[in-house]
Structure formats: structure tokens, C-alpha cells
């Protein structure tokens, strides 16, 4: 059965998830600022003036947003995306949020026949762009497996971790770890540098050891390039941290070394890093 697709929210990561999702089924896209869709809409898909006409247009409607207060306002009103979905579609909520307006807005959605599931993503710009994300995702079984054939196009991994919030759970324990590695790594990176080592002794040796990790390797080309244009923002993972230690504070877990990271990475936010990609902390560690 064929089903018609919408996409809201083309940033960095909606835009080239978006371009790989586009195949034989008219896709509707809606993002806030217009010039974003150009790219979609010369593949061929239709672009709207609201998120209520892309859900309208489509039975499965994908989202790709900032923040809860972003995904608020794309969803609820006359013209959000509730308001245009039909009884038995779907919300797909890529999106990195609160497991808690996740729980709210798939209530809300569940009392209009609409299934929701949180489906955020993990791999970066690189792996939106090269369809190589891993995607963790919360909600009913039915409406998971409905989702695979399009998800498939945009990933290369398609879990599903547990009831509605279970994948916004999941994000958050990812990015918390991912944001305490990619610190660990500037911060190593810096002191070797200091000490003396060579940039390429310490490419040498650190990929091939202990230290290895996706961050690391992030920082180490970031570093090598000085391209600091945000892939993942600043203002994006000192978002996520600040969720994963709030859900931390909520379930009385303890998590030191995320309240520390928060603070310090809030620290460099605050000097006017906000907008770059998160590995300029190296540049905090220059200054």
C-alpha cells in the first residue's frame, strides 16, 4: 500500500533526512523558513504553508524540530500537525525532546486515533546525509513496522526500544554519553598539544587504543580542518544535556559528571559559541 509522506522541519539533519526519504510516494514538506524547502521541492515534493497541510496531505508525517517548545508549536493549534492528521495515521517525532511532551503529545494523539512514535536519531550530519543513522524508537509495534520501509531509507538501524518515551529515553542516555566523550576528547586533545605531542603522533596512537571513539575521531578532523560550522550545534548538545540531567534529577539518579559537563558546556555556550558546531569546545580550551 502506498502512503503519502510529509516531512516538517528541514534544518541540518531534517533536510538531508528529508531528501533521502523522497522516492515513488508524494511527499509534503513544511519548514518555517521557506527557503529551506527549495531543494525538496526541485526533487518534486509539494511545499506547504503549514504543518497542518502537510499532515494532511500524508499518512505517515515525519518531524524533525529543535526543542520541545519547537515541536509544541508545530503540532497543537488550528494549524499544527494534529489538526490535519487523519484517524490511523502516523506522527513520526524525530526530534531530540523531553520523554515528557513526548508521553503528552502522544496522548493527545492517541484520543484522535493517530498513533505516535518518538524515533530520534543518532549519527550526526554525516550519517542524515549518507542514510547510515541508527534509529531508536519508542511506541506500538504496528505502527513501528509500518514506519520501517521509510525509516530504512534514511537509516541503517531500526530499533525499537519500548513503549511511547522509551526512544526519547534512549537519546537522551546516548547523548549523554556521546557529550561526555566528545569533552573527554577536546580535553585530552588540548592537554597532548600543550605537552608537546605532535598532532600527528596523537592521531597516530589515540584512534588505536583505549581513547577510540566516534567523538574523538570528530574532534581530530574538526581540529585538523578548523571548520567549526555547526553539524551539531552547541545550543544542540547543551540542550541534550540539560534533558538527560533533568530526567536524571527526576528519577533521583545520580549523574555528577553530566551536571559537570552541563555547566561547563554551558560555560562555552555562554561565550558566544552557541551557534558553531559542539567540537569549538577545543576552542574554549585554546582560550
Not at 523558513?33 to 527549495?38: K, L, N, V
Not at 546516548?174 to 600543550?194: F, V
Not at 575521531?217 to 560550522?229: E, N, V, Y
Not at 559537570?260 to 585554546?286: M, P, Q
Request: proline letters at 3%; hydrophobic letters at 45%; aromatic letters at 6%.
Amino acid at each position: 500500500m502506498v502512503q503519502a509522506l510529509g516531512f516538517v522541519g528541514l534544518g541540518i539533519m531534517g533536510q538531508a533526512m528529508a531528501k533521502n526519504l523522497y522516492g515513488d510516494e508524494p511527499l509534503t514538506v513544511y519548514n518555517r523558513t521557506r527557503e529551506r524547502t527549495r531543494a525538496l521541492q526541485e526533487m518534486g515534493a509539494m511545499v506547504v504553508d503549514t504543518p497542518r497541510q502537510a499532515a494532511s496531505a500524508s499518512q505517515i508525517c515525519f518531524i524533525m524540530v529543535s526543542n520541545d517548545e519547537a515541536l509544541r508549536q508545530v503540532i497543537l493549534g488550528e494549524d499544527g500537525v494534529l489538526a490535519g492528521m487523519s484517524q490511523g495515521s502516523i506522527v513520526v517525532d524525530h526530534s531530540t525532546v523531553s520523554p515528557a511532551i513526548t508521553k503528552e503529545l502522544g496522548g493527545l494523539a492517541k484520543t484522535r486515533g493517530v498513533f505516535w512514535c518518538d524515533a530520534p536519531v543518532t549519527g550526526g550530519d554525516v550519517g542524515a546525509q549518507n542514510a547510515t543513522l541508527t534509529v531508536m524508537a519508542g511506541g506500538e509495534a504496528l505502527a513501528i513496522e509500518r514506519i520501517g520501509p521509510y525509516v530504512a531509507r534514511m537509516s541503517q538501524r531500526l530499533v525499537h526500544v519500548g513503549a511511547l518515551g522509551q526512544g526519547q529515553t534512549m537519546k537522551l542516555v546516548s547523548n549523554l554519553i556521546g557529550g561526555l566523550n566528545l569533552m573527554a576528547a577536546a580535553e585530552g586533545l588540548s592537554l597532548g598539544l600543550a605537552a608537546g605531542l605532535s598532532v600527528e603522533a596523537l592521531e597516530a596512537v589515540l584512534p588505536n587504543g583505549t581513547a577510540a571513539s566516534f567523538e574523538l575521531q570528530k574532534i581530530l578532523d574538526r581540529h585538523r580542518s578548523q571548520d567549526f560550522a555547526p553539524g551539531f550545534s552547541v545550543e544542540n548538545r547543551y540542550k541534550d544535556l540539560d534533558l538527560a540531567v533533568e530526567l536524571a534529577r527526576q528519577l533521583g539518579q545520580l549523574v555528577p559528571l553530566g551536571e559537570t559537563a552541563l555547566d561547563v558546556f554551558g560555560r562555552h555556550r555562554a561565550r558566544g559559541y552557541s551557534k558553531l558546531d559542539e567540537s569549538s569546545y577545543l576552542k574554549g580550551w585554546e582560550r
